[in-house]
C-alpha cells in the first residue's frame, strides 16, 4: 500500500492479513473462512474487498468466493505476474485497478471479479492460460466484462448472480476426484474412485463431452454411488447435451446418470460439486443444487450495461 500512493485519491483503504502462504497450498477450508471475513467486513461497513494471493489458483479461489460470499458488494481477486525484483512488476498496477473496480458503483450485484492487465472478468469464466505472460487471464468462452482506462472502470457486460452456496463447516467438505480423458485412456482410476474415499467425481472428457466408450460401463457404476459430472477438457465453450449419440457421446453418457457441468471447466466443476457435497450427501439432492448453480451461470451472461 505504501508503494502505491494513488490509493488513497481512490478509497479508504485498510489492510488486513489473512493468509501466508502460496496460492497453491490454499484449500477450500480457507475459502469457506475467507468468504465469512469478508462477509463480516462487508456487515461492518466495508464497500469493497480487494484479495490479493499468488495467481497459480485464481480461478479457483475467486469462483469458490462467488458462490459463498454472501454480500452483493465487489469483491475482487487479483495478483501479479512479475515479481517486485523484476523490472516492469505488475502488482501496484494490478492492486490499483482493482481497488478502483471494488469500489465503483457499477460492480455491485456482479459477484466476485479478478482483474489483471486492466481488465476485468467474471470469476465464474475467467482462466489463466500462460505460464508466465502478464496477460495470461481470459475468459474464453465470452470474454471480459469490461476495462479499465484512464482511471475509469468500464462494465460493458453483466452477468447474474449465482445461485449461492450455504457456508460449510470447513471441516465438512469432501474430496472430489479431477480426471481428465485422454487418447487410449482405460477405467482403472475411475474403477478406483468410490473406495479410495472421493465423495464425487468430475470428467474432463474429449470437445463437448465426449469420453472413450471403454469407460462408459465404469462411469455409469461410479454415478450410482456418488455424483459424476461430465465437463470439457478444452476450457471453454458448454458441455453439448443433444447433438452426438453415439457410444461414449454427450448424449449417451449424460443418459447414465452423468451431470452436465454447462459451462464450468473442470476445476471449477470441481470447486461447486465439493461445495455442494458438504451440505448435500444425498446423491437426487446434489445433483439438484449443482444443476441449479449451472443454470444460474448463464442465465444473464451478456445483457449490455445501459
Not at 6 to 22: G, H, K, N, Y
Not at 230 to 255: I, N
Request: aromatic share 4%; charged share 20%; glycine share 8%.
Amino acid at each position: 500500500m505504501t508503494a502505491i500512493p494513488e490509493l488513497s485519491d481512490v478509497a479508504e483503504v485498510v489492510a488486513v492479513t489473512f493468509r501466508q502462504i502460496p496460492s497453491g497450498d490454499l484449500t477450500l477450508s480457507d475459502l469457506v473462512e475467507l468468504a465469512s471475513a469478508i462477509d463480516e467486513s462487508f456487515d461492518a461497513g466495508t464497500d469493497g474487498v480487494v484479495v490479493t494471493q499468488g495467481t497459480d489458483t485464481v480461478d479457483e479461489t475467486s469462483f469458490a468466493l462467488d458462490l459463498l460470499v454472501g454480500s452483493t458488494r465487489p469483491v475482487v481477486v487479483t495478483g501479479a505476474m512479475r515479481n517486485p525484483t523484476l523490472p516492469g512488476a505488475d502488482g501496484p498496477a494490478n492492486i490499483l485497478a482493482s481497488a478502483r473496480v471494488a469500489a465503483s458503483s457499477d460492480a455491485v450485484g456482479l459477484g466476485t471479479l479478478v482483474v489483471l492487465n486492466d481488465e476485468i472478468h467474471a470469476a465464474r469464466f475467467v482462466r489463466k492460460t500462460n505460464t508466465s505472460s502478464p496477460s495470461t487471464f481470459h475468459s474464453p468462452t465470452c470474454g471480459p466484462l469490461g476495462w479499465i482506462v484512464e482511471d475509469r472502470v468500464r462494465l460493458v457486460f453483466r452477468v447474474a448472480p449465482l445461485a449461492r452456496i450455504a457456508p460449510p463447516t470447513p471441516s465438512s467438505i469432501p474430496a472430489v476426484a479431477l480426471v481428465k480423458c485422454s487418447l487410449g485412456d482405460d477405467a482403472r482410476f475411475i474403477d478406483q474412485i468410490a473406495s479410495l474415499g472421493y465423495g464425487g467425481a468430475v470428467i474432463e472428457a474429449f470437445g463437448g463431452g465426449h469420453v472413450p466408450a471403454r469407460l462408459v460401463p465404469s462411469l455409469e457404476s461410479l454415478a450410482t454411488r456418488v455424483p459424476v459430472v461430465l465437463a470439457s477438457r478444452t476450457g471453454s465453450g458448454e458441455v453439448l447435451s443433444a447433438t452426438y449419440g453415439f457410444a461414449g457421446s454427450e448424449r449417451d453418457v449424460l443418459s447414465r446418470g452423468l451431470i452436465s457441468s454447462g459451462a464450468l471447466d473442470g476445476t471449477k466443476a470441481r470447486v461447486l460439486l465439493s461445495l455442494v457435497l458438504s451440505s448435500e450427501p444425498d446423491l437426487l439432492g446434489a445433483r439438484a443444487t449443482f444443476e441449479r448453480a449451472v443454470e444460474s451461470i448463464t442465465s444473464w451472461n451478456a445483457t449490455r450495461n445501459a
